[in-house]
């Protein structure tokens, strides 16, 4: 194979993000029966790699289910959780506020811990939520794309094992995973949502979940059917169970040339020259030094200073305010003629005050490509023909 | 571009279908913001070009979601009907069963008007039942991928306006869109759904529907929000009409790579060499030749002798009985040694009984191709091997 995708502007926004060469042949893989034994093991395969990449127990069930990363709320509101039951929502942008929209839209009741613009909230103020009332379950948005904020999961599952063992841990890992370390089993996750076009490398149209054994008891024991047909586990778990014993089966047709796509890039991920602890380094060593550059070039970060110092700004991505005087128009189009496009401010409180580059995937593991070097170096250029002087 | 795809077994199922090479280069497009000033006229246009090719009025509204066809029926239960509504289900095969189980998973009361394995509701049974109830919608499987059976929407569409004209018309066209003459306005088509891998020559991964006046009505009529946040028309209709205007607008990643796959077949199909009038016929005469060499062959449809005499026979596919003493062993693995892929029957009283040829998009319309004479040469010689004698 020496397919070479078409010459294109580079892609540094916090998702969809680059995709190999490799991964988009296979996207463009001849048609194939969803039932032939060609593809069975393809899925089957794809269905067994994903419990690795985000060290997840041998008893969750992975469930890919042609839809956007979007879909993954509506999996855990309609097939774990039952209307009316709580749930606990960890603010940090404009996607954990989704979760909570996701979440009511099915009858579960929500419960905010507000957190500013760039911030997180404390262990301490989780804690004391998970002692005042009784929640179903916790939502984590693992790195949240409107700010660049990470949230701590490891601890956050801990305090919630600590103070209210039978609620679940939900997390949002559609920016994070591949990007930012994440072991399931080990931190007590029960349920992950995430999707093909971040750190999975892969187009987008792949919603992608796991759930852990409680979450899968919490669906089994459910009073009532999930309301949803194309949704619902109770279709989808016998058809994933069978392609991953290497039998077909069929309930809705599956994005074939996706699922074909993620194949190769998990075997890149997980078997690749680059393993996936090195992988998560290099996004680190390219955060930093994304970060440092921005730093030096005297921009803030949307992430509060005091989460940049403990570990709270995701290695994924950076969210970066424009300095005084500047905005958008001046900077991003900019950019775009220049061939790198980066992405806009999408939280409420201030989408015009910052710009969001995405640091994962090809372009952080595959140093030849150059791709973070481009992108510093066309954006200092952009910011010195605006007029800006550090 | 000079891409073509790798050499592969040719696939005669009906659906997913052969795609073209230059569609599978589009679905191998370098990544794309869903929000670039490249992508959102694409997008534009595909949502232009749908209506086109069902002949949808102005005023209806395309609706193009990362999910599969089966979403389609999802999409019309939660959002143009409210739980408790009655619908009437013209029985035609497993997915007009599926689209009554989809509405009743949301709470819509579905009656069936049964017809047996390869037969349909006459258009006095369906003015029988309008006459006995009133019903809110009446789903019409355009064709029932499962037997090959064709519904005369066109008539049956104008003896509902003729008994109950308040009643909606749904169609579910995922294996009749771009292969079976299909005027929405025209006919009077409230809602239809469809997919992206059948006649529409995409691979697997988009459902797409197209809400008429009548069906944006009842959903923006409806008494409670729908009760589903990724499905939910209040989320998407403001995202698609935005791409149609020229802006971009977020809810969900849209699947960039499959919208680019679309846009190029929906050029092709519209505006390439063969226009789609001419592709309705070559569709039909591919038909005719197929159903005449099985014939010939000495084999029967699954579709019943009359219906197959007055147009209720699919053009876009063909479900053949075995030859008394043969079965599915016999025939599909040996075409598949031989490099040509059909289906199997599953049509639950039937499905060891038939298996299924789809012949549709590119595998009819080029005929330098040779699908069909492959398919057909390969199929009378696989059953002469197996002993069968016409």
Same mark, same amino acid.
């Given at each position: 194979?020496?397919?070479?995708?078409?010459?294109?502007?580079?892609?540094?926004? =916090?998702?969809?993000?680059?995709?190999?060469?490799?991964?988009?042949?296979?996207?463009? $893989?001849?048609?194939?029966?969803?039932?032939?034994?060609?593809?069975? =093991?393809?899925? &089957? %395969?794809?269905?067994?790699?994903?419990?690795?990449?985000v $060290?997840a127990?041998? *008893?969750s069930q992975?469930i890919?289910?042609?839809?956007?990363g979007t879909m993954g709320w509506d999996m855990a509101a309609v097939n774990v959780l039952q209307?009316?039951e709580e749930a606990l929502v960890l603010q940090t942008?404009?996607f954990s506020d989704g979760f909570a929209d996701a979440l009511e839209?099915y &009858?579960v009741k929500t419960t905010k811990i507000?957190?500013?613009?760039?911030?997180?909230p404390?262990?301490?103020?989780v804690?004391?939520a998970l002692?005042?009332?009784?929640y179903r379950a916790v939502t984590i948005t693992h790195v949240d794309?409107?700010?660049?904020?990470?949230s *701590?999961v490891k601890?956050v599952a801990?305090a919630v094992r600590?103070?209210s063992?039978e609620t679940l841990v939900f997390v949002d890992g559609v920016?994070s995973v591949?990007?930012?370390?994440l072991?399931l089993?080990?931190w007590g996750v029960d349920f992950l949502l995430t999707?093909?076009?971040?750190?999975?490398?892969?187009?987008?149209?792949?919603s992608i979940v796991i759930a852990g054994p409680r979450a899968l008891k919490a669906f089994?024991?459910?009073?009532? /059917?999930?309301?949803?047909?194309?949704?619902?586990w109770?279709?989808?778990?016998?058809?994933?169970?069978?392609?991953?014993? &290497?039998?077909?089966?069929?309930?809705?047709? =599956?994005?074939?040339?996706?699922?074909?796509?993620? $194949?190769?890039?998990?075997?890149?991920?997980?078997?690749? /020259?680059?393993?996936?602890?090195?992988?998560?380094?290099?996004?680190?060593?390219?955060?930093?030094?994304?970060?440092?550059?921005?730093? *030096?070039?005297?921009?803030?970060?949307?992430?509060?200073?005091?989460?940049?110092?403990?570990?709270?700004?995701?290695?994924?991505?950076?969210?970066?305010?424009?300095?005084?005087?500047?905005?958008?128009?001046?900077?991003?189009?900019?950019?775009?003629?220049?061939?790198?496009?980066?992405?806009? &401010?999408?939280?409420? *409180?201030?989408?015009?005050?910052?710009?969001?580059?995405?640091?994962?995937?090809?372009?952080?593991?595959? =140093?030849?490509?150059?791709?973070?070097?481009?992108?510093?170096?066309?954006?200092? %250029?952009?910011?010195?023909?605006?007029?800006?002087? /550090?």
């Open positions: 194979m020496t397919f070479q995708q078409a010459p294109h502007k580079l892609l540094m926004i =916090p998702g969809p993000i680059e995709v190999a060469d490799d991964v988009l042949y296979e996207n463009a $893989h001849p048609a194939m029966a969803h039932v032939s034994p060609e593809f069975v =093991p393809i899925f &089957g %395969e794809v269905i067994k790699d994903l419990r690795k990449v $060290h127990s041998a *008893d992975p890919l289910v042609a839809g956007s209307p009316g942008g404009y839209a &009858g507000e957190a500013p613009c760039g911030k997180r404390s262990l301490d103020e804690k004391s002692q005042q009332k009784k794309t409107s700010t660049g904020v990470l *701590d601890a801990a600590e103070v063992p920016c591949a990007s930012e370390e072991r089993e080990e999707a093909s076009q971040k750190g999975l490398g892969c187009p987008p149209g792949l089994e024991e459910r009073k009532t /059917p999930p309301a949803t047909y194309y949704l619902s109770k279709r989808w778990i016998p058809v994933l169970k069978a392609y991953e014993s &290497g039998s077909p089966a069929y309930f809705g047709t =599956p994005p074939t040339n996706l699922i074909y796509a993620l $194949h190769k890039s998990l075997k890149t991920i997980l078997e690749g /020259p680059t393993s996936l602890e090195q992988r998560l380094q290099k996004t680190k060593e390219a955060s930093d030094k994304v970060k440092k550059f921005v730093a *030096d070039l005297g921009l803030k970060q949307l992430v509060a200073e005091e989460l940049q110092q403990s570990n709270g700004a995701a290695n994924g991505m950076t969210a970066v305010c424009y300095p005084n005087g500047l905005k958008a128009p001046d900077v991003l189009p900019k950019l775009a003629q220049r061939g790198v496009v980066l992405g806009a &401010g999408i939280h409420k *409180d201030t989408k015009d005050q910052y710009f969001r580059i995405g640091h994962m995937g090809v372009s952080v593991v595959e =140093p030849a490509r150059n791709d973070i070097d481009k992108l510093l170096t066309n954006l200092k %250029e952009v910011l010195a023909e605006a007029g800006y002087k /550090p």
